[in-house]
């Protein structure tokens, strides 16, 4: 059986998504799981662009570097790439759904969707706020990579 291969997707692909790549990527390599994950947008405005600077800093504060990370978008082959496809909020799963081919397998879902007690809840965007707001998403983030890295070893 092969891994999984998970795909996280925001607007942007330099804030959320990222985050998401990167609190995945640390949780699994902790508790061995093998898996693919990767990150989109459903915008290309900032393809190859490296995620927002407060992105970085939290992650870093949490030992992960993201830096080498580049934005990229979502493309039509994701579709068949990726097992799962989570969209971090409900604006980019309509994205998503619109994009899917119809003979995808790929499950799509919300993240949040993941946490007991808020599902069709979408990750705030805190590209428009402060650096507290980049804490937040990550607190978001590294609860679903919890309990996503959980549901793979179940």
Avoid at 109 to 133: H, I, N, Q, S, W
């Amino acid at each position: 059986m092969t891994s999984p291969a998970i795909l996280f997707v925001c607007l942007g692909n330099i804030c959320r998504s990222p985050l998401a790549e990167a609190a995945l990527r640390a949780e699994a390599e902790r508790a061995g799981v093998a898996i693919t994950v990767d990150s989109a947008g459903t915008g290309d405005w900032h393809s190859g662009k490296a995620p927002d600077r407060r992105a970085q800093a939290v992650a870093l504060r949490h030992g992960i570097d993201i830096a080498g990370y580049r934005a990229r978008q979502v493309t039509v082959e994701d579709f068949t790439r990726f097992t799962r496809i989570f969209a971090l909020d409900p604006n980019n799963l309509a994205a998503l759904r619109r994009l899917a081919p119809a003979d995808t397998h790929a499950e799509l879902a919300l993240l949040l969707d993941l946490l007991p007690g808020r599902a069709g809840e979408g990750v705030a965007d805190p590209y428009f706020g402060t650096a507290a707001g980049f804490d937040k998403t990550w607190r978001d983030v590294h609860a679903a990579a919890q309990a996503l890295v959980a549901r793979l070893q179940g």
